[in-house]
């Protein structure tokens, strides 16, 4: 065995190149089976992002159903999500050039649109089979000018203009009819249609809420021309998340709800009458789903015999259970995924996304009856020798008025290299985004990127998180800019105090709500870390709460005040009024076309940062918006945070990448 070498702690040569990491950054998302064929979509970097459904079979193994030049993709909400479905080999996908809706029958074949032209985005898309329909969201940008009202209408306090209205509609896809099913609430989601065709089930909810604060799950009788009658509400409110109505074969419904603290299974009969509850299925402190940022989540599903197939997250892992339809106890299914997502059942085959601590996101194909499981694709191999990969650790650690907070740490790691004896790795502290997102033990390479070169890093999963139950989220109400800077400090200086970290080489990096906590944190905490990253971070909660898309325009009125009558709080929390006190150098990683986070708040930033002479580095990138996709863009924006911290930090890196200009490096 070759002797260990000894280098500095961010300098180790790694095989896990920046171009690696890029390429496995393909996005495997809403897997489905339609027949003897499975479909997912991937979204690809090196296509600058451009999404693609793709379908599997036994005889033809994957291949691409979309023909280049279109992108199965939606902007509904902003975030998308539910963008195509596949029905008897036909697919319908959202085009995002116009964001019609089309429909293709063969891989081969041209897409003809199915919706006019308009100023329309579609999302959530299920097909309606005893109707030949499609179910789905519409969102209508058609401007509504002087007019109130809860949806396309002008806010009654004047911080936004006309929001877009959300419809619940069919689509026709031989006459291109689009006919409205259910309107009146600010969102919509979720549409199913019975088996026999003759109900409707839907989600609805209404602003301030989120739907992962409270959401209304809608029953509908279906009439012969197809029209919606009857609608009531059988479930849920303003203080009770429900989440993916599924039928069941025996008539009943099939959710998730938090009202026990936890997402947990119900099943609504829908003859037990008026104010029936639902009966719990396999309650347990664990969570079998999760916040619906996006269109098309599924976390569990029905079989033709009435078993339910779940995903239970605890304890930063998933994992997979399936529930008798008869009630009985619940079973758990051995797999070695530990991130399950987008779970999809027809017969006895499941489909669903999973990956684990040393292993990428892949598309599994699960045979219940056998146990057999097949992986259909990769979102890219792992060509590195796993002893190069470090594994996650859950941690729980103490916090502010004695809370107890959760976190994934990762040691840095390397089977040749060493660091000097005596010396502590530097720490890198993430902060995800949502802020209700959560540390996930599924294998991602862009930590891995760091560990292996030296660094520690921690995934905070701070108050607010999901994953650990309602009353867990709820830490956060009131509370942002607060309670999730104090859980990142306190797991900073947690793994200080065990000896596992250099104190003087902590930095903390985040995008979105992620980029939000780390400037906080370097504006209210200045002593804490020696560095940050915020990749199109919040740094302004008021142009937030003022300026945002309508998903997200009320989210703030519970994370931190009624907005405007809260103004002030807005303002003392928000780091751009307070960057003469930041003192650490900071890299800013910005989106030219992001409407959630738009550049102005960035260039306020770097205008006050040049200011006041603290170095700092500030990348925009052409043609990126909430997050980025192109290939090129995620590898500079990557070269260009581990050039800052070895600059900041003081030591040589091993890569050969060009290095980013660090205004004000030496005047410190």
């Not at 938090?258 to 947990?264: F, H, K, Q």
């Not at 010396?423 to 502290?429: A, Q």
Request: glycine letters at 10%; aromatic letters at 8%.
């Amino acid at each position: 065995m070759a002797e260990r070498q000894v280098l500095p702690f961010g300098s180790w040569p790694s095989p896990i190149s920046i171009e690696i990491a890029v390429t496995a950054s393909l996005a495997l998302r809403e897997p489905l089976i339609d027949g003897n064929d499975v479909y997912w979509t991937e979204g690809r970097p090196q296509e600058r992002g451009r999404q693609v459904v793709v379908r599997w079979n036994d005889r033809e193994g994957a291949r691409d159903v979309n023909p280049a030049g279109t992108n199965a993709r939606t902007m509904a909400s902003e975030y998308g999500g539910g963008a195509y479905t596949a029905a008897d080999g036909t697919i319908y996908f959202s085009n995002l050039e116009d964001s019609r809706l089309y429909r293709q029958q063969a891989p081969d074949e041209q897409p003809t649109p199915i919706t006019p032209a308009g100023p329309y985005r579609y999302g959530d898309l299920v097909f309606d089979p005893s109707r030949s329909r499609l179910l789905c969201v519409r969102e209508d940008h058609t401007p509504v000018i002087g007019t109130k009202g809860d949806a396309g209408g002008v806010d009654p306090g004047g911080r936004r203009g006309a929001e877009p209205e959300n419809t619940l509609v069919a689509v026709n896809p031989e006459t291109c009819e689009v006919s409205v099913l259910a309107q009146g609430h600010d969102f919509f989601s979720t549409p199913r249609p019975s088996p026999d065709g003759a109900r409707l089930a839907w989600l609805a909810w209404r602003h301030p809420n989120m739907p992962w604060d409270g959401t209304e799950l809608w029953l509908a009788e279906i009439d012969p021309a197809g029209a919606p009658r009857d609608a009531r509400q059988v479930a849920g409110g303003s203080d009770e998340s429900i989440v993916q109505p599924e039928w069941a074969p025996d008539g009943s419904l099939v959710f998730a709800s938090d009202r026990s603290g936890w997402w947990n299974l119900q099943r609504l009969h829908i003859d037990d009458g008026a104010g029936s509850a639902g009966v719990p299925l396999a309650p347990m402190e664990a969570e079998f789903a999760g916040p619906q940022w996006v269109y098309g989540m599924s976390w569990f599903d029905v079989a033709g015999d009435g078993t339910i197939v779940a995903t239970a997250h605890r304890d930063g892992r998933d994992e997979l259970w399936m529930i008798p339809a008869d009630g009985g106890p619940a079973d758990r299914v051995e797999v070695p995924d530990e991130q399950i997502a987008g779970l999809h059942v027809d017969g006895q085959r499941v489909v669903y996304l999973g990956g684990a601590a040393t292993e990428m996101r892949q598309v599994v194909l699960l045979e219940l009856s056998t146990g057999q499981r097949r992986v259909l694709r990769e979102a890219a191999p792992v060509e590195v020798d796993r002893a190069y990969l470090s594994r996650p650790e859950p941690i729980a650690f103490p916090t502010t008025d004695g809370a107890i907070a959760h976190a994934l740490f990762y040691r840095p790691t390397h089977p040749l290299v060493d660091g000097p004896p005596g010396d502590r790795p530097p720490l890198i502290v993430m902060s995800h985004g949502g802020p209700t997102s959560a540390a996930w033990a599924g294998l991602n390479l862009e930590k891995q990127l760091f560990t292996s070169r030296g660094f520690a890093v921690i995934d905070v999963d701070y108050g607010g998180s999901s994953g650990h139950g309602r009353e867990y989220m709820r830490r956060l109400d009131g509370q942002w800019g607060i309670v999730d800077v104090d859980d990142c400090v306190n797991a900073a200086r947690f793994l200080a105090g065990r000896g596992d970290v250099d104190t003087q080489r902590m930095a903390i990096r985040g995008g979105s709500a992620g980029g939000f906590t780390t400037l906080a944190a370097l504006a209210f905490r200045p002593d804490v870390f020696a560095a940050g990253a915020s990749h199109y971070g919040v740094g302004d909660l008021e142009a937030l709460a003022r300026d945002t898309h309508k998903f997200e325009s009320r989210y703030l009125d519970r994370l931190v005040a009624p907005y405007p009558d809260g103004i002030e709080i807005y303002r003392t929390r928000s780091p751009i009024h307070y960057t003469d006190r930041i003192r650490a150098p900071l890299i800013v990683l910005q989106g030219a076309d992001d409407h959630v986070v738009p550049v102005a708040q960035a260039e306020q930033l770097v205008a006050a940062l040049r200011e006041r002479r603290i170095p700092h580095a500030y990348l925009l990138f052409e043609g990126e918006g909430h997050g980025f996709r192109q290939a090129q863009n995620i590898t500079r924006a990557l070269q260009a945070e581990l050039s800052f911290y070895a600059q900041i930090f003081g030591f040589p890196l091993a890569d050969p990448f060009p290095p980013v200009e660090v205004e004000f490096l030496h005047a410190r």
